[in-house]
């Protein structure tokens, strides 16, 4: 069955930086785009970050110029690059795969920045 599976989350100082990892498994990788979300507690999940099948990216006005995203299409993973965090970004990161009617959901990672 399709698995993602999120890795790279821990806690971390402000100012500091974590690469998170999305690994995917029984899907053809490199045809679907790449999201990563966050849900912090009591909150809506919203949409960090996005990579399309060609490479290119949307970020939220939140993350933009702190964060990248990229994909390797020979590992089937996605990255997430967090710099000079601050804790409101504090939250689970969740990475999703989505191509046509497909979406697939990995189980999340946490990361916690202390101020």
């Known amino acids: 069955q399709v698995q993602l599976v999120e890795s790279g989350g821990g806690l971390v100082q402000a100012g500091g930086s974590l690469r998170l990892s999305c690994t995917a498994s029984?899907?053809?990788?490199?045809?679907?785009?790449m999201d990563w979300y966050r849900q912090a507690p009591g909150k809506q999940r919203t949409l960090v970050a996005s990579i399309g099948n060609t490479g290119n990216t949307y970020y939220s006005d939140s993350v933009k110029g702190r964060f990248t995203i990229s994909r390797d299409n020979d590992k089937n993973t996605s990255y997430l690059q967090m710099n000079n965090l601050k804790p409101e970004d504090s939250a689970v990161y969740y990475c999703?795969?989505?191509?046509?009617?497909?979406?697939?959901w990995g189980q999340g990672t946490q990361v916690t920045v202390s101020s």
């Open positions: 999703n795969a989505r191509f046509v009617a497909y979406s697939y």
């Open positions: 029984m899907i053809d990788f490199k045809m679907y785009s």
